[in-house]
Structure formats: C-alpha cells, structure tokens
C-alpha cells in the first residue's frame, strides 16, 4: 500500500516539476499517510476503505498544488520566498514573518519560536516537530500539513485554520484558542487539559483520546466529530455546547454546566 500512497504523491506533484524541497516533503507526507492509513487498518477497516479514507483525509491534493504554485504572482500577497523550499531545522525564532507563503516547504525541526506569522500559509508543509512556542499564528492557514509533535505552546491561534492536519503528539499548552478552525484533522491523544477555548470548531476531525480535563469550553463545535472516547472530566462549559456533546454520546460525567 505505501507503493499507492506514494504513486498519489507522485501524481500529485508532477505537474509542478523538481522544485528545491519536492524530495522532503513528499517523504514527510508520505510518512504522515502511512501512519494514517495503518491506523485506519488498526480500526478494522478493509485496505481499500482504509485507503480511501487516508486519501480523502488529506483533501485535494492537486487543488492545493495549484493553488500554492501558481505562476500570477499577482494572485498572492506577503512573502513568497519560503515557498517549496528546504528548511528542517532552520532557526527563524523572533522573526517578522507575517504573510509569508510556507506552501509545500520541507520545514521539519523548523524554529519559529516568537515569530510574527499572522496571516501565513504552511499549505502542504512538512512540520513535524516545528517550534511554534509564542509564535503569533493569527489566521494562518494550515491545510494538509504534517505537525506531528510541533510545539505550538502560547501560540496565538485565533482564526488559525488547521484543516487536513495531522497533529498528534502536538503540544497546545496556554495556547489562544480563539475560533480556530480544526477540520477534517487528527487531534488523536493531544491534550487540551485546562485550555480556554473560546469558539473553536471541530469539524469531521479525529478526536479518539483527546483531553479536554479542567478546560473551559464557550461556544466550541463539534459537527461531526467522534466524542466518544474524548475526555472531558472536570470540564466547564455553557449549556449549548453540553447539549450538543450529550446528543452525540459523549461521557459528560463530572462537567459544569454554567
């Protein structure tokens, strides 16, 4: 099966040609399909459902290729020098990034500690492990990104869209989380144990094990999204967002409703 993931890689990317950093982030995304693929057989599903479902989590890939290589410069605003490019490990910590295009970068080990990235872009970014502590990340968009382990603690994710990502082992801790945007994403295990969060949305997003213990939860949705196995002992939150946890089954013992 990983012969298929990666011939889907490779469709994917060859009308765009080499670029610089083609080589690490198709093997980044091949790593993170993989592990989501072989979940997915770990659930029980068929090779075929599991390969299926793999693919539709990622999105449309050939969508975002074009979206993020176009050749109008005019169509994109802010810096565009990071696009496709090789930068694991990088040291971009307390830099005015803002508006910069991360679009298909090879970004893994990446610090961006401190730094201004407000409206930014990481659109098929290979992230794992990214540094993203005290980063602002105000509307940034995030789609089919790889951020297994990225350290996102007091980050300001106000807006910020982390559609088709995988995020597992990610680190949330005193981040803002402010109407941002989890869709169609694997938040499997990932703490959110004593966080404010303040109409965020989960939507279609994996959420087996994820930890919502002592947090405080304002008009959070989760359409969608399976609750079942998430956790929410100790919560507070308004009595929408409980009306809408205890229709869809989730284990609302030991919650305060206010």
């Known amino acids: 099966m990983e012969n298929n993931l990666k011939q889907f890689l490779d469709n994917a990317f060859k009308p765009y040609g080499d670029f610089p950093a083609r080589k690490d982030v198709e093997q980044e995304?091949?790593?993170?399909?993989?592990?989501?693929?072989?979940?997915l057989k770990a659930e029980g599903k068929s090779d075929e459902e599991a390969y299926k479902l793999t693919i539709e989590s990622f999105g449309d890939v050939s969508e975002i290729m074009e979206h993020?290589?176009?050749?109008?410069?005019?169509?994109?605003?802010?810096?565009?020098r990071f696009r496709a490019t090789?930068?694991?490990?990088?040291?971009?910590?307390?830099?005015?990034?803002?508006?910069?295009?991360?679009?298909?970068?090879?970004?893994?080990?990446?610090?961006?500690?401190?730094?201004?990235?407000?409206?930014?872009?990481?659109?098929?970014?290979?992230?794992k492990g990214a540094?993203?502590?005290?980063?602002?990340?105000?509307?940034?968009n995030m789609d089919s990104s790889d951020l297994h382990d990225a350290n996102l603690a007091d980050a300001?994710?106000?807006?910020?869209?982390?559609?088709?990502?995988?995020?597992?082992?990610?680190?949330?801790?005193n981040a803002t989380l402010n109407k941002t945007e989890f869709k169609q994403s694997d938040l499997s295990g990932v703490s959110f144990d004593g966080e404010m969060l303040r109409g965020v949305i989960f939507d279609n997003s994996s959420l087996k094990n994820t930890s919502f213990k002592n947090a405080t939860l304002e008009n959070v949705s989760f359409h969608h999204s399976?609750?079942?196995h998430t956790i929410f002992d100790g919560a507070t939150m308004d009595k929408v967002t409980y009306a809408?946890?205890?229709?869809?089954?989730?284990?609302?013992?030991?919650?305060?409703?206010q």
Do not use: I, W
Request: net charge neutral; aromatic share 6%; charged share 20%.
């Open 86 to 127: 090789a930068l694991s490990e990088a040291d971009l910590a307390n830099s005015p990034l803002a508006g910069g295009d991360f679009s298909m970068s090879a970004l893994r080990g990446t610090d961006f500690q401190k730094s201004d990235l407000h409206d930014s872009k990481f659109k098929a970014a290979a992230l």
């Open 29 to 39: 995304l091949l790593a993170n399909l993989t592990e989501k693929y072989n979940d």
């Open 244 to 257: 809408l946890l205890k229709g869809v089954k989730a284990n609302l013992d030991n919650v305060t409703v």
């Open 68 to 80: 993020v290589t176009h050749n109008d410069t005019s169509t994109f605003a802010g810096d565009r």
């Open 226 to 228: 399976k609750v079942k």
């Open 156 to 173: 300001n994710l106000t807006e910020t869209k982390l559609s088709r990502c995988a995020l597992q082992g990610a680190t949330f801790t």
């Open 131 to 140: 540094n993203f502590a005290g980063a602002n990340l105000t509307n940034a």
